[in-house]
Nanobody
Framework: QEQLVESGGGSVQAGGSLRLSCAAS????????MGWYRQAPGKQRELVAT???????NYADAVKGRFIISRDNAKNTVYLVMNSLKPEDTVVYYC??????????????WGQGTQVTVSS
């Protein structure tokens, strides 16, 4: 039933790397923008990185130079390679897609979230 299926979260040591993946289900007909957001307890959900269908990327200042976003349009899948991880990266990460569903309606679709924990 999940329209966005996330994987790759877990626990790593500071300075390590992790790759998140998010695949859209077959119920989604098309995706415009796809990306990742994160949210700490009691705080607003914030942009991490997005990528358009044409490959244009946008990164938050806090992750620029460390994280790399990419996508496979044929598979409607987005990836986030996280390098040089810091303890402050320890939050829940959410996959996002601006998607066209079977009702021919464009909607904001969110994954359930995956926990990333970085230990010092």
């Amino acid at each position: 039933q999940e329209q966005l299926v996330e994987s790759g979260g877990g626990s790593v040591q500071a300075g390590g790397s992790l790759r998140l993946s998010c695949a859209a289900s077959r119920s989604i007909l098309s995706i415009n923008v796809m990306g990742w957001y994160r949210q700490a307890p009691g705080k607003q959900r914030e942009l991490v990185a997005t990528i358009s269908s044409s490959g244009n990327t946008n990164y938050a200042d806090a992750v620029k130079g460390r994280f790399i976003i990419s996508r496979d349009n044929a598979k409607n899948t987005v990836y986030l390679v996280m390098n040089s991880l810091k303890p402050e990266d320890t939050v829940v990460y959410y996959c996002y897609a601006r998607a066209l569903d079977g009702s021919r309606t464009w909607r904001d679709v969110w994954g359930q979230g995956t926990q990333v924990t970085v230990s010092s």
